[in-house]
């Protein structure tokens, strides 16, 4: 099928008509009075979002050769979102500002190789001064702001997230959960689940028990493969039973000779004990690992040297507490390898910087996550899909962005964080490579977009606020638009995670660099079966006959 071609000053047109349609789109969203946006969906009932990387996601504009730059610069800003969790939006629009910059440079007669060049010089810098600029513990109260601010200032939210972020820390996970009817809110959690609970026919539950088993003091025994038969080594029983200790046992099934004999122990009160299946999840050498290293538990397979004739309690690993219930068994204050551990997790966190599918990237998180031992659950409560949908969008970005902020640190919000960079090397010429000079001046002017993009959405002027914030010294004096007033961001919570601003700055230059100083584009025309040809070159499959009705 032939291509649509678009070459030199057409090309860049279409480019700057895209991003533009693109930006217009999107940064409706953006600051406090931004506004909500209804998509209309093939299948199921509209939705109703404020969360620009959603908005992006569904753009598709009727130009092909449009439409490939849109989607080229929603990939660059999605990264954003894939990497920091927020900042489509400031991506969309920094993409859009830097590109007419280039444009008017690639006029004005600068050379290509210069405009690439000083951008990156640029873009390092700022990304430096972002990094100075930064507050890098930020408090609960921190935290809570910056989950209320990802939510649209919905306060009840950003608490809860805040406060899940806040117990959970930069080492454990947070889950979100959705729950019809419910009030939002969060549990803490000490220690690992594991999603997989006692068999459905209640074999081990005593008469004090309802729908959980509870034990304390608890060995735990981790097998491999199936767990065929204990008459071989009945003395780990009896040095339990002595010991005081319970017993949970995590196998890949159990045959129905040692289901009974356990049965029969733990009926006769010899030692209190219950028996799990591994979940889907942990099918892999990793995850079964992990949980030996989580338990201090050998595990039990001649692979690994520990048969079961010759286990001892020393190949058992503890907890302080067990519970399980039919779906679920939670593992409380459980004895950790330490320095395993810590060996393990700087191989996963090796792992996350390869480049890695997004489902492989997931899996590798929840590991990360597991290995680290202790978490949050959030319960989202919703009466109609639709709220679930808007809140659901809200809870994510506010989870990814509270994440951000409790690894890297925070800036002041609105805006204020790039003006404050570009202040910084503006005040400091004399270290910008005369070659330089006129495209830092351009990408400096661009970082006054996001705003501009606010103060725009709030039918507001930006000038004056412009003026006020560069000439005072503290990094997070800024234009509260809520309250609107001059303020210490930081004190009042218009505080934005580091990571969020550094990747959209970073991908809104990358991207732009490339179309930038890109003269050809080259677009599938919309589908029309009667251009279809073979590629040159092709022969009908089978030689020797005619066959030429192909």
């Known amino acids: 099928m032939s291509k649509i071609i678009s070459f030199n000053k057409n090309a860049q047109g279409k480019i700057l008509s895209s991003v533009k349609k693109l930006t217009d789109a999107v940064s409706v969203t953006m600051g406090p009075e931004g506004k909500n946006v209804v998509i209309e969906k093939l299948v199921g009932a509209p939705i109703i979002t404020k969360d620009g990387v959603t908005v992006a996601r569904e753009l598709v504009l009727d130009d092909p050769t449009e439409n490939v730059i849109c989607k080229l610069v929603k990939e660059a800003a999605g990264r954003t979102a894939s990497v920091a969790g927020d900042g489509t939006t ?44 930064a507050f890098k513990n930020p408090t609960k109260e921190d935290l809570i702001n910056i989950a209320t601010i990802s939510t649209n200032n919905d306060k009840k939210l950003g608490e809860v997230v805040g406060t899940a972020y806040h117990y959970a820390g930069k080492d454990g996970t947070v889950v979100a959960e959705a729950h019809y009817g419910v009030e939002t809110s969060v549990k803490e959690l000490d220690g690992v689940t594991i999603k997989n609970g006692y068999d459905k026919n209640y074999a081990f539950l005593n008469k004090k028990d309802t729908q959980e088993i509870v034990l304390d003091n608890c060995a735990i025994l981790l097998v491999r493969k199936k767990l065929e038969s204990i008459s071989d080594n009945l003395k780990i029983f009896e040095d339990l039973n002595t010991s005081g200790k319970s017993l949970l046992i995590v196998s890949e099934g159990i045959s129905q000779e040692a289901k009974d004999e356990l049965i029969s122990l733990n009926k006769d009160n010899k030692i209190r004990l219950c028996i799990i299946n591994y979940p889907p999840a942990f099918c892999n050498y990793d995850a079964k690992e992990d949980l030996s290293i989580l338990t201090s538990a050998n595990m039990c397979s001649p692979h690994d040297g520990v048969s079961f004739e010759t286990l001892t309690l020393e190949d058992l690993g503890f907890a302080q507490k067990v519970v399980i219930d039919r779906f679920s068994t939670q593992i409380f204050k459980p004895s950790i390898m330490e320095i395993k551990r810590a060996s393990k997790l700087v191989n996963y966190e090796h792992d996350m910087q390869q480049p890695i599918s997004d489902t492989d990237r997931i899996k590798v998180k929840e590991r990360i996550s597991f290995l680290k031992c202790v978490g949050a659950l959030i319960s989202v409560g919703y009466e109609t899909e639709v709220e679930l949908r808007e809140k659901g969008d809200r809870i994510e970005d506010a989870l990814h962005a509270t994440y951000a902020a409790i690894t890297e640190g925070i800036l002041p919000g609105g805006g204020v964080a790039l003006i404050k960079a570009a202040d910084m090397l503006m005040k400091d010429q004399d270290s910008i490579p005369k070659k330089y000079i006129t495209v830092a001046h351009a990408l400096a002017s661009a970082c006054t977009r996001p705003l501009r993009q606010i103060m725009f959405n709030a039918s507001e002027t930006w000038e004056d606020k412009y003026e006020q914030i560069v000439k005072n010294e503290n990094d997070f004096y800024g234009y509260n638009l809520v309250d609107g007033e001059y303020q210490d961001l930081l004190k009042t919570g218009v505080v934005d995670p580091l990571k969020v601003t550094q990747s959209a700055l970073k991908n809104a230059v990358s991207i732009s660099v490339t179309l930038g100083t890109t003269a050809l584009i080259m677009a599938e025309r919309p589908d029309d079966p009667s251009e279809h040809q073979m590629p040159a070159g092709w022969r009908p499959p089978e030689q020797g006959k005619l066959n030429h009705k192909y």
């Open 90 to 133: 400031t991506a969309t629009v920094l993409t859009d500002e830097i590109l007419n910059k280039v444009a008017s440079l690639m006029e004005s007669g600068e050379k290509p190789i210069i405009i690439r060049d000083g951008l990156s010089w640029t873009c390092n810098k700022l990304l430096k001064n972002l990094d100075s600029i």
